[in-house]
T-cell receptor, first 110, second 115 residues
Framework: DAGITQSPRHKVTETGTPVTLRCHQTENHRYMYWYRQDPGHGLRLIHY???????DKGEVSDGYSVSRSKTEDFLLTLESATSSQTSVYFC?????????FGQGTRLTVV | AQSVTQLGSHVSVSEGALVLLRCNYSSSVPPYLFWYVQYPNQGLQLLLKYTSAATLVKGINGFEAEFKKSETSFHLTKPSAHMSDAAEYFC?????????????FGQGTTLQVKP
């Protein structure tokens, strides 16, 4: 699993509340990514980071923000959760020309 | 814009039969291509990757894929399906060799293996 830990693994939250998901890696990888997985859409890139405080938007970044204050942690924040953000969220790192994924966080917005 | 299309959201085969999962991509530059597998309630695991070397790529668990530039395809095959192959499979493309975690995924194909 390339030393990737996502937390929490499951979360139920109410519409309009802020939510932060954490991705922690132990192997000093430079690049980190957040994806969401939805049926019929595969995985879609939300944001990614190429170093501390260096981030960029992906395909579906609206409604999400990220922060990376330390190499090992990449945080994904939903400022005001909506039902359309109910999804499974995956963190990934890239190493040796390929991506490695965490176990995922299942987020339900009710 | 680059895209990946997987033909067939569900494929069903009998145990021992050939597995063929189709993937077509659009890319204006030579891409890196990947196949990932996802078992229920787990993350994605890399099956194999194409990085502009040999066009026939062998991966784990007996899977292989052939890069055909003229057809813009990267179909995944396995000669004989096992029950344990039942999972969801994703084809993905990375147009940037320096940022191979920035991927464009297909919609996924669920493989069912019947006894």
């Amino acid at each position: 699993d390339a030393g990737i830990t996502q937390s929490p693994r499951h979360k139920v939250t109410e519409t309009g509340t802020p939510v932060t998901l954490r991705c922690h890696q132990t192997e000093n990888h430079r690049y980190m990514y957040w994806y969401r997985q939805d049926p019929g859409h595969g995985l879609r890139l939300i944001h990614y980071s190429y170093g501390v405080k260096d981030t960029d938007k992906g395909e579906v970044s609206d409604g999400y923000s990220v922060s990376r204050s330390k190499t090992e942690d990449f945080l994904l924040t939903l400022e005001s959760a909506t039902s359309s953000q109910t999804s499974v969220y995956f963190c990934a790192i890239s190493q040796g020309g390929e991506a490695f994924f965490g176990q995922g966080t299942r987020l339900t917005v009710v | 814009a680059q895209s990946v299309t997987q033909l067939g959201s569900h494929v069903s085969v009998s145990e021992g039969a050939l597995v063929l999962l189709r993937c077509n991509y659009s890319s204006s530059v030579p891409p890196y291509l990947f196949w990932y597998v996802q078992y229920p309630n787990q993350g994605l695991q890399l099956l194999l990757k194409y990085t502009s070397a040999a066009t026939l790529v062998k991966g784990i668990n007996g899977f292989e894929a052939e890069f055909k530039k003229s057809e813009t395809s990267f179909h995944l095959t396995k000669p004989s399906a096992h029950m344990s192959d039942a999972a969801e499979y994703f084809c993905a493309v990375s147009p940037n060799s320096g940022n191979t975690g920035k991927l464009i995924f297909g919609q996924g194909t669920t493989l069912q293996v019947k006894p």
